[in-house]
């Protein structure tokens, strides 16, 4: 198992404006400064959050949402769930065909079901077509700006009181136009998501319940139900999707249909290795104390003992995983990172190797492998590498950590343009815009005129330049 982050962009509105529910706000002129705030965000730069990568954990967010995607009318291949690095409990759409899940989504739900009626509901908001700000801030600013003119003139003619009175009935009504849409939306996907659920063969127990997690938590918050909760929240009332959802679900055909145990059995593995990753190793020791000797519980005292630089203690919890399950590939993986990262590469590669192999080459799990085989600085490894992560890149050109080791190769063989070329992809990747144009120009003038690489070269270099340009403009 290896974790990797990755840079997400997506804007700010498409976070803030799809909270699952407000506070209550005991100060309406400090409710309308917010829902200000929240409208101008959408003409500002988007904003970074941390992706987090992981074979197994993308092979089951493709599996168990392929049933409701089809259902959905879209085709599996070009729909992507992405975990985030976020404690909360959210996921959101924000343009194109991904859903994007927090790790606290993943932490908090009790079954792979709940997820499935997550992603559902998300699969709504897609096929809806609904970009939080598109269609449903449009009107809004309108309004807005309507009443920030008239109440200039109003303020001119020597009434200020005047002005305050229409730039605040201009905000209310704004902020009433654009969460009257958000709630309509929500409304929508919900609708939608009982319907591919079904369609799938899919309980919406799972939904329901994790609805009902929600609704604990409001609670928990002090959140009351009034007629400024009801204005001021971007989602319908829970309980009042609750009781229509409840009617929905218990009415459909696979409302008794069981969970798949195998998709169970492997989010149990996920949400394991991701507490693992993120926690405290203490916490996860006591989460998943000794006398568990389960995949998951080996999974996550692994990583706890990984990070607590407890080699022998970490790969005694995988061995165990391996004595029951000799093949399996996300073990080996995880073997074969514990070895490489407390300085053992030469002995992390025959278990990244098998990995490697049993599951077709997988991007992620290649990269560590190519990784491997370069740390031991052993010359004879070095064509081996270069296969393996050239084969990498083809699969998931979204890699920059694979684009990095490859540059190494390059560099190493003595073929600086390519490396400049790897350079350039990784950089690009990453948001480091003067660097991805300097080395792309680089390579550019190291590689035949005329060649894909300098072709690409020359895509990146533009590329860099343009989005260089555009930020300059935004400042």
């Known amino acids: 198992m290896r974790f990797t982050t990755g840079s997400f962009r997506a804007t700010i509105t498409g976070i803030v404006m799809r909270a699952s529910f ?22 500002q730069p988007t904003h970074a959050q ?24 879209l085709d599996p291949r070009n729909v992507d769930v992405v975990l985030l690095n976020d404690g909360s409990i959210n996921a959101f759409v924000a343009g194109g065909q991904a859903v994007y899940l927090h790790s606290g989504l993943i932490g908090a739900a009790d079954n792979i079901n709940q997820v499935q009626g997550v992603v559902a509901h998300e699969l709504g908001h897609i096929t809806g077509g609904h970009v939080i700000s598109t269609a449903g801030s449009k009107p809004a600013t309108g309004i807005t700006l309507l009443s920030l003119l008239l109440g200039g003139l109003a303020a001119a003619a020597g009434s200020p009181d005047a002005g305050m009175g229409v730039f605040m009935a201009g905000q209310q009504a704004a902020l009433g136009s654009y969460l009257a849409f958000s709630r ?11 319907q591919y659920l079904s369609k799938a063969g899919i309980s919406g127990r799972g939904s329901l319940d994790f609805f009902k997690k929600l609704q604990n938590q409001e609670f928990r918050y002090g959140f009351t139900r009034n007629a400024d909760a009801e204005f001021y929240s971007t989602h319908p009332m829970t309980a009042d999707r609750l009781t229509y959802l409840q009617d929905v679900y218990e009415h459909d055909p696979a409302w008794n249909a069981p969970m798949d145990p195998q998709l ?17 190793p203490q916490d996860t020791l006591r989460a998943y104390p000794d006398y568990l000797q389960d995949a998951p519980a080996h999974y996550a005292r692994a990583y706890a003992y990984h990070k607590e630089a407890l080699m022998d203690k970490a790969l005694a919890e995988v061995d165990a995983m391996l004595r029951e399950l ?17 300085g053992q590469p030469a002995d992390a590669i025959p278990p990244l190797r098998r990995a490697t192999q049993l599951t077709g080459n997988n991007p992620l799990i290649a990269t560590t492998f190519g990784h491997a085989l370069l740390a031991t600085e052993d010359k004879a490894n070095f064509a081996e590498a270069e296969r393996v992560l050239k084969a990498a890149v083809a699969k998931d050109r979204e890699n920059p950590f694979a684009w990095y080791q490859l540059g190494v190769v390059y560099e190493a063989q003595g073929d600086t343009p390519r490396a400049r070329l790897a350079s350039a992809e990784q950089q690009l990747m990453e948001m480091q815009l003067p660097e991805a144009a300097r080395s792309a120009q ?34």
Request: charged share 30%.
């Open 442 to 475: 680089a390579a550019e003038d190291g590689l035949p005129k005329g060649s894909p690489d300098w072709l690409r070269a020359q895509d990146i270099a533009m590329s860099a330049q343009a989005l260089l340009e555009r930020k300059g403009k935004k400042k």
């Open 50 to 73: 941390a992706m987090l990568r992981d074979a197994e954990t993308e092979a089951l967010f493709r599996d168990m949402s392929a049933p409701m995607i089809k259902a959905a009318g």
């Open 264 to 280: 169970e059995a492997r989010f149990l593995r996920v949400k394991a290795k991701l507490y693992g990753y993120l926690a405290d």
């Open 326 to 342: 000799p093949d399996d590939p996300y073990a080996l993986e995880l073997k074969g990172q514990v070895l490489l990262e407390s």
């Open 184 to 194: 309509a939306q929500e409304s929508q996907a919900d609708a939608a998501g009982a």
């Open 22 to 43: 407000l506070p209550r706000l005991r100060r309406p002129i400090a409710a309308l400064c917010s829902a200000l705030a929240a409208l101008a965000l959408a003409a």
